[in-house]
Nanobody, 115 residues
Framework: QAQLVESGGGLVQFGGSLRLSCAAS????????MGWYRQFPGKQRVLVAR???????NYADSVKDRFSISRDDAKNTVYLQMNDLKPEDTAVYYC?????????WGQGTQVTVSS
């Protein structure tokens, strides 16, 4: 049984928007900081946004003012609203706890931004 399931990716044009969702098990989600990560080909996953159990958020400089992370504790779900997408945002996006637990990575969801 998958503990983290990402969805919402797709192919969009430069300047477009997407909303990613991450459905997590309660044991992973509850009382933990959650984050969105992305992975470019041949590179390690990097953190792009995180949200604390209390709702405080932080963003990588590359996505600040364009992306917004949020959490719905009742649904055990984390969201990433992505606006003004750029080709350099093309990557596989993953959710996880923050700090990441290396044992629970899901399959991710592909985001491709055309120029």
């Amino acid at each position: 049984q998958a503990q983290l399931v990402e969805s919402g990716g797709g192919l969009v044009q430069f300047g477009g928007s997407l909303r990613l969702s991450c459905a997590a098990s309660r044991s992973i989600f509850r009382f933990f900081h959650m984050g969105w990560y992305r992975q470019f080909p041949g590179k390690q996953r990097v953190l792009v946004a995180r949200v604390s159990s209390g709702g405080s958020t932080n963003y990588a400089d590359s996505v600040k003012d364009r992306f917004s992370i949020s959490r719905d504790d009742a649904k055990n779900t984390v969201y990433l609203q992505m606006n003004d997408l750029k080709p350099e945002d093309t990557a596989v996006y993953y959710c996880n706890r923050y700090p990441a637990d290396s044992n629970i990575w899901g399959q991710g969801t592909q985001v491709t931004v055309s120029s």
